[in-house]
Nanobody, 127 residues
Framework: QVQVVESGGGLVQPGGSLRLSCTAS????????IGWLRQAPGKEREAVSC????????HYAASVKGRFTISRDNAKTTVYLQMNSLKPEDTAIYYC????????????????????WGQGTQVTVSS
């Protein structure tokens, strides 16, 4: 059974940091490009960041560039999203998603390309 699981969400004050983690079962996370996407109340889901299966390429939305960092561990069993300098507008449910069948250096910028999705983890930035 394919499963993607996010963890690490929570409540943080503006300017604070959180690190989200993404793990998977039922498929090899290391062979998929992995993305983080988010959906705020009343808004459409948007792509935040993506890392290629090789780990050598990454992409960030303009709104998070310079504040968020995506990475994957050497064993490629976990993908992280380090979020620094958090703002209230970063409040959303954050989803991890996996896209397969891509060359090792390819990142995904279109939501429709993702094959598997997690259930999401809530991130709330508030004082």
């Amino acid at each position: 059974q394919v499963q993607v699981v996010e963890s690490g969400g929570g409540l943080v004050q503006p300017g604070g940091s959180l690190r989200l983690s993404c793990t998977a079962s039922g498929f090899s996370l290391g062979t998929f490009a992995i993305g983080w996407l988010r959906q705020a109340p009343g808004k459409e889901r948007e792509a935040v960041s993506c890392i290629s299966s090789s780990g050598g390429s990454s992409h960030y939305a303009a709104s998070v560039k310079g504040r968020f960092t995506i990475s994957r561990d050497n064993a490629k069993t976990t993908v992280y999203l380090q979020m620094n300098s958090l703002k209230p507008e970063d409040t959303a449910i954050y989803y991890c998603a996996a896209a397969g069948g891509l060359p090792g250096g390819t990142t995904v910028q279109t939501i429709g390309y993702y094959d598997y999705w997690g259930q999401g983890t809530q991130v709330t930035v508030s004082s």
